[in-house]
Nanobody, 122 residues
């Protein structure tokens, strides 16, 4: 059973930076896709960025391209989200996700962290 614990959220003024961390424990993530999602008040959860654990291929949502960077540290079982040039519209609870895809035996695993609040003031 994989567990994900996020940290690094907080309050910052527009234009500032934050780095979120997600530590994964309890299982091997070698074939997983790790992602960050966010949910603002009154809105649905939305995709932010993903990275493949095995080879580090990244993908970003258009609103964060050029401002956010996702990275992983295999030795520490940790995924990061470096957020620069933050805007008030980035305010949300940020969630870490680990998705296995459909495995050879047909199983599929999708794990979520508890979330960390990011607040950007203008």
């Amino acid at each position: 059973q994989v567990q994900l614990v996020e940290s690094g959220g907080g309050s910052v003024q527009a234009g500032g930076s934050l780095r979120l961390s997600c530590v994964a424990t309890g299982g091997s993530l070698s074939n997983y896709v790790m992602g960050w999602f966010r949910q603002a008040p009154g809105k649905e959860r939305e995709f932010v960025a993903t990275i493949t654990w095995s080879d580090g291929i990244t993908y970003y949502a258009d609103p964060v391209k050029g401002r956010f960077t996702i990275a992983r540290d295999n030795a520490k079982n940790t995924v990061y989200l470096q957020m620069n040039s933050l805007k008030p519209e980035d305010t949300a609870v940020y969630y870490c996700n680990a998705y296995s895809g459909i495995l050879g035996n047909g199983d599929e695993f999708d794990y979520w962290g508890q979330g960390t609040q990011v607040t950007v003031s203008s």
